[in-house]
């Protein structure tokens, strides 16, 4: 059974361009997150999803960022415009309902320059 | 707020030297207490779940025990193939499913 499937994997922008990140979650998984990980601060929430509707967006750092699911296999994570300081790896993870197992893509590797 | 703090930061041991990982947590009503291990450049791997003070749970060479204030991970008899970042999430209790990840214990083993 395939795993959770992040694009692209590693992203280099420039400052004030747009940053699209995107994930497919694993069938019949109810639950969808994305976690930004950084040396400094480690994995943090930023949005989670239930049946495809956003639960608590309350770890989205500001308003250039926003997070869509329009159905059950397919997420994306928008930052318009892009920072340096959003550098970051950018991992979806999703789960079965009310269990923190959670299952983990591989990341998007984000540099804004 | 949900609070998770581990460590050390980082550990190095010598294959077959045995050692423990720490996580203390601040929750309101403890739903899990979870531990993953994350290799470079990989996103983190589910290890186990805790449910309530006094449970274990094993797993190769690794063991996870639970407090009412913290967990530890033990890892008996190392190898270098265990060298990873092992990272402590917590849920907490209520109707939404959130969980909070401490920072990690970097492990080292050397061979």
């Known amino acids: 059974d395939a795993g959770v499937i992040q694009s692209p994997r590693h992203e280099v922008t420039e400052m004030g361009q747009e940053v699209t990140l995107r994930c497919k979650p694993i069938s019949g998984h109810d639950y969808l997150f994305w976690y930004r990980q950084t040396m400094m601060r480690g994995l943090e929430l930023l949005i989670y999803?239930?049946?495809?509707?956003?639960?608590?967006d309350s770890g989205m750092p500001e308003d250039r960022f926003s997070a869509k699911m329009p159905n059950a296999s397919f997420s994306t994570l928008k930052i318009q415009p892009s920072e340096p300081r959003d550098s970051a790896v950018y991992f979806c993870?999703?789960?079965?309902?009310?269990?923190?197992?959670?299952?983990f893509g591989e990341g998007s590797r984000l540099t804004v320059l | 707020e949900d609070q998770v703090t581990q460590s050390p930061e980082a550990l190095r041991l010598q294959e077959g030297e045995s050692s423990s990982l720490n996580c203390s947590y601040t929750?309101?009503?403890?739903?899990?207490l979870f531990w993953y291990r994350q290799d470079p450049g990989k996103g983190p791997e589910f290890l186990f779940t805790l449910y309530s003070a006094g449970e274990e749970k094993e797993k190769e060479r690794l063991k996870a025990t639970l407090t009412k204030k913290e967990s530890f991970l033990h890892i008996t008899a190392p190898k270098p193939e265990d060298s990873a970042t092992y990272l402590c999430?917590?849920?907490?209790?209520?109707?939404?499913?959130?969980?909070?990840f401490g920072t990690g214990t970097k492990l080292q083993v050397i061979p």
């Open positions: 929750v309101s009503g403890l739903r899990g």
């Open positions: 999803f239930n049946n495809n509707v956003p639960i608590d």
């Open positions: 993870a999703s789960s079965k309902t009310r269990t923190g197992e959670l299952f």
């Open positions: 999430a917590v849920q907490s209790g209520g109707g939404y499913q959130k969980v909070t």
